[in-house]
């Protein structure tokens, strides 16, 4: 009987999510349109950064509470997922063939750094103060590259009017979200419940069960775009929360445990997370930069992948 409660969380989260997913991706679809920004850049910033927030919640609360396997293994294990069991599962629905442009290698350049500069920041065993700050700051440099690059509309293109049925698409997408992050808790809160009464280890929960828990909204908006054929979208909305976990999420906890009296401590098994996440962001940027297709075969193995790390981590642990 007691874990009913926790069972109905991960189904009305789940319910949640994905009706509430797709109403965010359509209205970060007009956003595009009515503000002539492109689609990628909506993808990686307004979508990727704001289903990043589920991530940022737990992480930050993570670290508040000392906890620093959940705030680094959240942020790093929900990159690992991004980039292999949701690009996956998002092939497996609907196989991924976008135009080569400079909007995914743009992405592809900042979730790439980002990862790589919190392997570097994590390497002596701890990410403090000065460490966060560093994160922070280059997230902000990020999203303002980005916001630029959403000038290259036509020449003296003002917003564009909207029509009578577009005057909700703000309350469309701000509904949106909160549904994706409201369904996102349910989910993540059931399945913390289930797996501590299984006796895993911690850091198996924050990178594995956490992780994929709280990157519930990208799995659900990044399906919704596939079935949609909006690619940008998709590959923005991964890379985008790639760099946005890496760099503020991890950034900002730092912060939060400084203020605090402690920083975050990177023991062995969180390293092995945090390398993880750096490769696979580092390979699939490479690659979706060049070639923007992930088929359904490639989609298999992407999630086969991830599953296999699943005893990798816990032999580890």
């Not at 402690?262 to 930069?289: E, I, N, R, S, W």
Request: proline share 4%; glycine share 12%; net charge negative.
């Amino acid at each position: 009987m007691s874990l009913l409660l926790p069972g109905a969380f991960l189904v009305v989260g789940l319910v949640v999510l994905v009706f509430a997913a797709d109403q965010f991706v359509a209205g970060a679809e007009a956003v595009a349109l009515r503000l002539r920004w492109s689609a990628a850049v909506i993808g990686a910033v307004v979508v990727g950064f704001g289903t990043s927030l589920p991530e940022f919640v737990t992480s930050v609360t993570g670290a508040w509470r000392g906890d620093a396997d959940l705030a680094i293994g959240n942020a790093a294990g929900s990159n690992v997922a991004n980039l292999l069991l949701i690009l996956g599962i998002a092939a497996l629905v609907a196989p991924i063939a976008g135009r080569r442009d400079q909007a995914p290698v743009r992405d592809g350049i900042i979730a790439g750094v980002g990862g790589v500069v919190l392997l570097a920041l994590s390497i002596d065993g701890a990410i403090g103060v000065v460490d966060g700050i560093v994160l922070v700051v280059a997230l902000l440099a990020a999203v303002a590259w980005q916001v630029r690059a959403a000038s290259d509309g036509p020449p003296g293109g003002d917003e564009m009017p909207l029509a009578p049925a577009d005057r909700f698409v703000g309350a469309r997408v701000v509904l949106g979200l909160a549904g994706v992050l409201v369904g996102a808790q349910l989910l993540v809160s059931g399945a913390i419940d289930l797996a501590e009464a299984a006796g895993l280890p911690q850091i198996l929960i924050a990178s594995v069960l956490v992780a994929v828990g709280t990157s519930l909204p990208e799995l659900a908006t990044a399906v919704a775009s596939a079935r949609r054929g909006q690619v940008e979208i998709l590959l923005g909305n991964l890379l985008g929360s790639n760099a946005f976990n890496a760099l503020f999420v991890v950034g900002g906890s730092a912060l939060v445990a400084a203020a605090r009296g402690d920083g975050l401590a990177v023991d062995t098994p969180a390293l092995a997370v945090v390398v993880a996440a750096a490769v696979v962001t580092g390979l699939a940027a490479m690659v979706l930069a060049r070639r923007p297709i992930v088929s359904r075969p490639v989609g298999a193995v992407l999630v086969a992948l991830h599953l296999a790390s699943v005893p990798a981590l816990l032999a580890i642990s």
